[in-house]
């Protein structure tokens, strides 16, 4: 009896029109799920080389392993690919919540292998066993919303789960994205579009078996207890320091609330604004999120009850979800109109347009326009004024449809910047042809040292608020004792107290190996750590400043147990996650990748932030390195190379990816000891 | 018995999962006896309306049974489907004007909610409270309650000027 998985792999081949099944046992035990097994099936269904938009390149979609178990927030699906949006290309994922997971499990599968190129444009329907492949040519040209109301008349279906591409997908557009209930990420969308494939549709209606289903009640009552306990105790504090009744943002419902003004800039010092300037903006309150939601929010949905993907209401705009990132795009493009971005963002979720990438690209040509680098005739007579929300919803349009300086940028970032002459392409910030997550690197150096050895080259948030200390915030909230303490076991934890600033370097490597183990455990269960973190202790940090904690969140291991019944300890999950990393290095390594692709853009390191506390303030690259170094001697990975060695993929059971591996010549030489 | 308030729903289906896991020993929302439909419009967005028996006054599923396999918990108030002697003939799902009465294909009989024996999980573990359990006689009380709530939060919203 297999618990918690549906225990299935479906291959699909769009150009032959066949599938095949085999089990999934064969790679949860030592890759569990999602994320991991992704990873696995990633290196061996591609072939060396292989282009992103080759139909031979295989895109994975991989169920959380907890996903549909009734445990709160394991709600994630992975997407595993090779990105169209890295130049050169390399291993992408995206992990996005919803309900897509859940129903791919009750359908009978864990993970769907797709590749080949469909002749005409098609969508795959999977409703349990049966798979059938349909005509698409009616849907080519649509947006997602038309094309999600279109499926569900078409098959007379409400509740079919959608993987969805718009005509950004179709035109090849490397930022497109491949949408799912208003949730995206990063841009996987023109694989979609390589391959004809217009959308994935699931209904399953089979169920999962737990092995302990008394526990897994048990664990949501607990989870659902903890947070009231939270809820009360910021009611709690409200009170007592004098403040008005705490609103439901407050007490961290939804995304957007919670990463309003507060959090990115009086705590965290880590927002961006304009192209890289720093965080001293005036306007910046017009853009706070819980104000504008007072009067824009129209009804609370989600993938949990936190409702992240909540319902605005804008007056001649409509109804739609805004996600959380725009607030950060608002700051980078010094936008105050938070209507106008809600009518761009509602535009690039029917486009199918990775909103992060697009508004850094658009922050740059706002600043090539200010320094008089770039003029109207650049971008078709579209003005790149600071603060434009018409110059973005102008771009989109264009990017989308490949007209004008969009076909260009519509080949990627970088070719435009290329297009647009020496001095402004030394402005141009970029890794691999990505810009950034959206942090602010300079005042957080292990954000740095996270994006430049990530496998996929962004990540947001990589340390997570349990590593750094924010000084100035914590005392103006009169946390002078918890400070001296998140010293003391600083000291005590990693030698020297200089950890947990955020802007040293002291103990960042150790720090970041351990939080991208933690994220690959979430990406691989299906965890979403945003909802998670309000239903467990994680909402107070404070306390565990200066301790290393377990890539294990809490509940995870438990949930784990309770829904498979293998009774594992957490080094189990965390040896799973370390393979897991190493087989998506491997990928990289294999297409070519060596230790100077691990950067981030060269601007972080030359360019000060002008303005604010941290005026001044670079990351410094001599720094980075060593830092990088001390990475991969932890990892048990070659210093000169940046690849992982013969013996750290035989300790891990990867000896057939080492095998593959040597054949190329992408092991590091043994060197002699010294 | 079960309210249910559509407002409050954010589509999560926790409350499809635990109702499943308990009534028939797995995680599958086919198989619940509560469910949240979804209503998609413009596909920008959706609303999830959770559907459970309303235990009706004059429960016509009892009503149009031929076999009396449906009876009525003394405690509870909930009607109970007998699986042993029902037939699945589906008189009940037709009846029924919510349709909160369906055939477990797997089963091969009429399911429906049977309040858990008094500690609904789907109300226990919906946390927007868009699913909340009352006992049979406070019902019109909690709904106006309800009601004058938000009439209350709109007028203090018209009194401070926004």
């Known amino acids: 009896m297999v618990y918690g998985w549906a225990g299935t792999i479906l291959r699909i081949d769009l150009g032959m029109g066949k599938v095949s099944k085999t089990p999934s046992s064969e790679y949860t035990r030592l890759f569990i799920g999602g994320r991991g097994v992704n990873a696995k099936l990633m290196f061996e269904e591609s072939k060396p080389g292989v282009s992103s938009l080759d139909p031979e390149n295989p895109i994975i979609i991989g169920a959380g392993t907890l996903a549909g178990t009734g445990i709160l927030c394991m709600t994630k699906h992975v997407i595993t690919t090779r990105s169209p949006e890295q130049v050169p290309e390399g291993f992408t994922m995206q992990c996005s919540g919803g309900s897509l997971a859940a129903e791919m499990k009750y359908a009978g599968y864990d993970h769907i292998v797709i590749k080949g190129r469909a002749e005409k444009p098609t969508y795959i329907h999977i409703e349990n066993d049966d798979i059938a492949f349909k005509d698409a040519s009616g849907l080519w040209g649509k947006g997602v919303f038309d094309t999600n109301t279109i499926l569900r008349e078409e098959l007379a279906d409400p509740e079919v789960r959608i993987l969805a591409i718009g005509q950004a997908g179709e035109n090849l557009v490397r930022l497109a994205t491949i949408e799912h209930e208003y949730r995206s990420g990063t841009g996987l969308g023109a694989v979609f579009g390589a391959k004809n494939l217009k959308a994935v549709i699931i209904r399953g209606t089979k169920g999962i078996k737990v092995h302990d289903p008394e526990a897994v009640l048990k664990i949501n009552e607990e989870l659902l207890e903890t947070h009231k306990k939270n809820e009360r105790e910021v009611i709690r504090l409200a009170r007592e320091r004098g403040e008005p009744e705490p609103s439901r943002y407050d007490k961290g419902y939804g995304t957007i609330g919670a990463i309003a003004k507060d959090y990115y800039f009086d705590y965290t010092e880590m927002g961006v604004v304009g192209y890289l300037e720093g965080f001293e903006w005036t306007d910046l309150d017009k853009t706070r999120g819980a104000d504008w939601l007072k009067t824009r929010s129209y009804h609370d949905t989600g993938c949990c009850p936190f409702a992240c993907a909540g319902l605005i209401s804008v007056p001649g705009v409509g109804i739609g979800v805004m996600r959380c990132y725009p607030f950060w795009n608002l700051w980078q493009l010094k936008m105050t109109d938070v209507d106008k971005m809600f009518e761009a963002t509602k535009l690039m979720s029917d486009y199918g347009i990775d909103n992060r990438n697009l508004c850094w690209t658009v922050s740059y040509l706002m600043k090539l326009h200010e320094m008089g680098l770039i003029t109207v005739k650049d971008t078709d007579g579209i003005p790149m004024e600071w603060g434009s929300g018409d110059a973005l919803i102008q771009t989109i349009h264009k990017l989308a449809k490949r007209k004008g300086f969009g076909a260009i940028l519509a080949d990627g970032p970088l070719q435009l910047a290329k297009k647009l002459g020496p001095k402004a392409e030394a402005l141009f910030l970029q890794s691999r042809g990505q810009m950034s997550a959206g942090d602010e690197l300079r005042t957080q150096v292990g954000y740095a040292l996270a994006a430049a050895v990530d496998t996929r080259r962004s990540t947001e948030n990589p340390l997570g608020g349990a590593y750094q200390i924010w000084e100035r915030y914590l005392k103006k909230i009169g946390l002078e004792k918890e400070i001296k303490e998140a010293y003391a076991r600083a000291k005590k934890t990693f030698g020297d107290e200089k950890a947990i600033v955020p802007w040293k370097w002291e103990g960042k490597p150790i720090m970041v190996i351990t939080a991208q183990y933690g994220i690959v455990v979430d990406d691989t269960m299906g965890a979403c750590f945003i909802g998670l973190g309000k239903f467990t202790d994680q909402r107070s940090p404070i306390k565990q400043l200066g301790t290393l904690p377990s890539p294990v969140g809490p509940v995870i291991l438990d949930s784990f147990n309770a829904v498979t019944g293998l009774n594992v300890d957490k080094n189990y999950l965390i040896s799973a996650a370390e393979r897991t990393w190493n087989v998506e290095k491997a990928y990289n390594v294999r297409e070519g990748s060596t230790r100077d692709d691990d950067t981030i853009g060269e601007g972080w390191h030359k360019w000060p932030i002008t303005s604010g506390p941290h005026k001044g303030r670079v990351v410094d690259k001599a720094e980075l390195e060593k830092a990088k170094s001390k990475l991969y001697e932890l990892r048990g990975w070659d210093v000169d190379t940046g690849w992982p060695t013969k013996e750290t993929y035989e300790r891990l059971g990867l000896k057939d990816v080492a095998k593959n591996l040597e054949k190329l010549k992408k092991i590091p030489k043994k060197k002699k000891a010294s | ?162």
Do not use: W
């Open chain 2, 1 to 162: 018995m079960i309210l249910v308030d559509p407002d409050k729903c954010t589509g999560c289906g926790t409350c499809e999962v635990v109702c499943s896991l308990k009534h028939v020993g797995e995680c599958n929302p086919a198989r619940s006896l509560i469910r949240a439909l979804r209503y998609e419009k413009m596909g920008s967005y959706y609303f999830s309306v959770p559907v459970v028996c309303q235990q009706c006054e004059t429960p016509l599923c009892k009503e149009v049974c031929p076999i009396n396999a449906i009876t009525q918990d003394p405690e509870t108030g909930a009607y109970l489907v007998d699986a042993n002697t029902c037939v699945g003939c589906r008189l009940c799902t037709i009846t029924c004007p919510i349709g909160a009465i369906n055939i477990d294909l797997q089963a091969k009989t009429a399911m429906k909610c049977d309040l858990c024996n008094g500690d609904p999980l789907c109300a226990k573990f919906c946390l927007p409270k868009a699913i909340t359990y009352v006992k049979r006689d406070k019902r019109s009380l909690v709904q106006m309650r309800e009601a004058a709530k938000k009439l209350s939060d709109r007028l203090t919203l018209i009194a401070s000027g926004t």
